[in-house]
Nanobody
């Protein structure tokens, strides 16, 4: 299983970016997909996740109302639309996937088996 996150870049505060996570998974719809981020000097933190199929979506409080996660199972791709970005959103963003993850662990990075390389998001003030 390989995951590739892309779409990061430099944006001004208030701007938007859409991240994509392409997966080499035949049964992509059977996987929980999560987005995590890690800012310089900080620990990795949960950002968003979507349960299997077109299931429920969960967000960190810090991004709720600004970020929207979606997935296209036919394209084996998940997305993270990020609006109204602020400097506090500057981080390396990672996507992760797991087939057997239970709902109670959806916000726990260590519970995901597969991780992609991150993509840098930098928000200037």
């Amino acid at each position: 299983v390989q995951l590739q996150a892309f779409g990061g870049g430099l944006v001004m505060a208030g701007g938007s970016l859409r991240l994509s996570c392409a997966a080499s998974i035949r049964t992509f719809r059977s996987y929980v997909v999560g987005w995590f981020r890690q800012a310089p000097g900080k620990e990795r933190e949960f950002t968003a996740a979507m349960f299997r199929g077109g299931g429920s979506t969960y967000y960190a409080d810090s991004v709720k109302g600004r970020f929207t996660m979606s997935r296209d199972n036919a394209k084996n791709t998940a997305y993270l639309q990020m609006n109204n970005l602020g400097p506090e959103d500057t981080a390396v963003y990672y996507c992760a996937a797991d087939r057997s993850l239970i709902l109670g662990s959806i916000r726990t990075g260590d519970a995901y088996d597969y991780w992609g390389r991150g993509t840098q998001v930098t928000v200037s003030s």
